[in-house]
């Protein structure tokens, strides 16, 4: 349970995204635990945490593509965690997500995908319109000019880029960005980092990521998740000299000791297939 | 031992009423999808890859089914002084039971297969949830489709597959034994109700439409990665065959009373 050690944030502010003692578990496993968090409207709040802490499940329960087992979810002081699949559609319509490698429909060219969630919501629009939104969009991302190319023929950076173009297309309120710089090189992350500071006046941002870099350079806020739990909640200077050693070894990018403990271990059982000279030959 | 049993209980019960919300909300999407032609051009799309690009293969089946029932049955024919006979046999067969069941397993490989693979790997890829993240249900984006198109050409590719097998089996009566034609065509028409046409094409829709439901329902479920999605498609194709052999006994029994109470036979041979 986040205690009030744990906050360095003053939560007298207007939230848009509220969750309420939020419990997931997958069979036996207890992803989230009691956990209750508010997303500032207008701020880029960053969820960081190692791999399997539960930072997509939590960004993935924002916008109810997951439910949780107990708790509530609130958006603009609605709760949308009971909602029916169909009448979740105006809800969604206010969000963006980025997901981690994108999910571009990959039979659909770049101006498709863009197109997709418009031609969905709005019953009349024509194609000079369509065409001109696609291309703002495109524009914002540095990739117009590539409208007519499909998925398959893009880099990763640049699928994610045409998924933030995508994310943006209806305008929403708040975007979701899972893991945005997962898998690429520290300039596309940069270039990733940079697109999500573009479009913090446009929306709210919640972004969910283990590089410390982006998150420091992105965060008006940043969340540390462990084991389900919120262990640190602050801007990135609390963060930086948080005392908690799950904090610190995240941050600095340690192994524990007992993961070191076990590979030591794990040293006095060669595999029969090789020899510690193996290696050191390269 | 008794908590193993109670958990796979649940997990059979969960997974029984998950599969038929899912087929109710199928179905239910598919109503509103068949009443908005904003939506045609993804019905027609499936119906082009479902039901165009199967009928080649369908046809072969087809085809295939009636030569081989015609060798089979003309020696034991033959040997009552009967083979002028063999449209007849040939024929019902085709009609009534082998080129709809045929054609709906080659349809739970071919369709259901592809269904599976590609609805799993959107899944394993999140584009499924993509879809939904926009505000859009993904049942009646991605389901409904798929399932008019199947449900609607599965009974047109029956009767492919049944013209094609009867073709084949006059071609091995006639054309190989040398059965006399026009005893061969007589005596199929004495043989063949309308009835029996109405009941192996009718098939087609029920078959169409558990595939389709089971293939989507498999790949929305799939497991993660390229082993999830393998089994989702063989899980699909079992549980697809399984129900296309279940629904014709039903079928036929039904069908079966109806006729018995209802239609008037015409006479027999």
């Known amino acids: 349970m986040q205690t009030e050690s744990d906050k360095n944030t003053n939560t007298d502010f207007e939230a848009i995204i509220r969750l309420e003692n939020i419990t997931k578990q997958f069979s036996n496993k207890v992803v989230l635990d009691n956990l209750s968090l508010q997303v500032e409207k207008g701020k880029t709040t960053v969820i960081i945490g190692p791999s399997g802490c539960g930072k997509t499940v939590l960004i993935k329960m924002m916008i109810v593509l997951l439910r949780p087992n107990q708790g509530e979810v609130y958006f603009d002081n609605e709760r949308i965690d009971n909602l029916q699949e169909n009448r979740l559609k105006d809800f969604r319509t206010r969000y963006g997500f980025l997901f981690q490698a994108g999910a571009l429909f990959d039979s659909m060219t770049v101006a498709e995908n863009i197109a997709f969630p418009v031609l969905q919501h709005r019953r009349k629009v024509d194609k000079d319109e369509l065409d001109e939104i696609i291309k703002i969009r495109l524009a914002l991302v540095g990739l117009d000019g590539y409208q007519n190319h499909f998925p398959a ?19 929403p309120e708040v975007i979701l960005y899972d893991e945005p710089t997962t898998g690429l090189d520290p300039i596309r992350s940069d270039i990733i980092n940079e697109l999500v500071l573009k479009l913090r006046n446009r929306a709210t941002s919640v972004v969910v990521t283990h590089d410390m870099k982006s998150a420091y350079k992105i965060a008006d806020r940043i969340i540390m998740l462990h ?28 192994a524990s000791d007992d993961d070191l403990a076990v590979l030591r271990m794990n040293d006095q059982f060669h595999h029969p297939q090789y020899s510690p000279r193996d290696f050191q030959k390269q | 031992m008794f908590e193993q049993i109670g958990d796979k209980t649940i997990t059979v019960l969960h997974n029984t009423g998950d599969f038929w919300r899912f087929s109710w909300s199928g179905l239910k999407q598919s109503i509103h999808t068949f009443f908005t032609p904003r939506n045609y051009d993804l019905i027609w799309t499936q119906m082009y ?18 030569m081989i029932l015609a060798v089979q049955a003309y020696d034991q024919l033959a040997g009552m002084n009967l083979e002028e006979h063999l449209g007849v046999l040939v024929n019902v ?25 590609e609805l799993g790997t959107m899944r394993v890829t999140e584009q499924i949830d993509a879809v939904r993240s926009m505000g859009v ?27 094609l097998g009867v073709l084949g089996g006059y071609i091995i009566g006639v054309g190989y034994f040398g059965i006399n034609s026009s005893a061969y065509w007589e005596f199929s028409a004495a043989g063949v109700e309308m009835w029996d046409l109405v009941m192996g094409i009718s098939k087609g829709f029920f078959f169409g439409g ?24 063989t899980e699909a194709f079992v549980a697809s065959f399984i129900s296309i052999l279940a629904i014709n006994f039903i079928l036929v029994v039904i069908f079966n009373t109806l006729y018995h109470t209802f239609w008037i036979p015409s006479g027999l041979i």
Request: charged share 15%.
């Open chain 1, 153 to 171: 023929s893009l880099s990763g950076g640049q699928k994610k880029r045409v998924a933030l173009a995508r994310a943006i297309a209806l305008d």
């Open chain 1, 227 to 254: 084991e389900g739990r919120i262990i640190a909640d602050g801007d990135a200077d609390y963060i930086r000299d948080h005392p908690h050693p799950n904090v610190q070894q995240f941050i600095h990018g340690q």
């Open chain 2, 49 to 66: 890859l479902i039901g165009v690009l199967s009928v080649p293969i369908i046809m072969v089946t087809g085809a295939f089914v009636g």
């Open chain 2, 93 to 117: 067969s085709v009609v009534k039971e082998l080129g709809p069941v045929l054609a709906g397993v080659m349809l739970a490989g071919r369709v259901g297969g592809a269904l599976t693979a």
């Open chain 2, 137 to 163: 249900n993904a049942v009646y984006y991605l389901v409904a489709p798929r399932f008019l198109a199947c449900l609607l050409l599965t009974p047109v590719l029956i009767i492919f597959a049944v013209l």
């Open chain 2, 210 to 233: 558990i595939i389709a439901i089971i293939s989507c329902y498999k790949g929305f479920n799939c497991g993660e990665g390229a082993q999830g999605v393998g089994r989702a498609c």
